[in-house]
């Protein structure tokens, strides 16, 4: 008798965890179903939105190879303007040569012109051989990235 009360015993104690096991394994079973049944009608994968790049939507943030790439596409083009072509007078010259009065006629050029124009300008003056006074510098970068 002994041995039946013993055995009887083991399966009493081992009883909860069976349950909880038929309880996972049952849920298991029904989430895989309604995950299925809910999945039903949408096997069309919707595709993610693409964005390009262009030198309209470069920012310089995200990628060099954007810059590059705008760059080489406006060697190509006609060099673009912002009613500044006396600094043309400047061609050549390094960026710490400037004088302070020199300096101040780039910051009156770049504190008359929108903030999304920064960019284009320093790409102008690049083009244009024309390097941006080190006393300016600073401020203009801060409006570009901005």
Known sequence: ?????????????????????????????????????SNRGKQDKEEPIKVVQTCATCDGSAATKCEQDCMMEA??????????????????RQSDEYTD?????????????RQDEVAAWCRSLNLRGISLPDQIKDETFMLMEN
């Open 101 to 113: 009065d020199e300096a101040q006629q780039f910051a009156d050029i770049l504190y008359t012109m």
């Open 75 to 92: 060697s190509t083009k006609p060099v673009e303007y912002f009613d500044d072509e006396e600094l043309d007078n400047f061609r050549g």
């Open 1 to 37: 008798m002994e041995h039946r009360e013993s055995k009887d015993n083991i399966t009493h104690k081992y009883t909860p965890m069976l349950i909880l096991i038929l309880s996972i394994v049952a849920l298991g079973i029904f989430a895989a179903l309604f995950s299925i049944i």
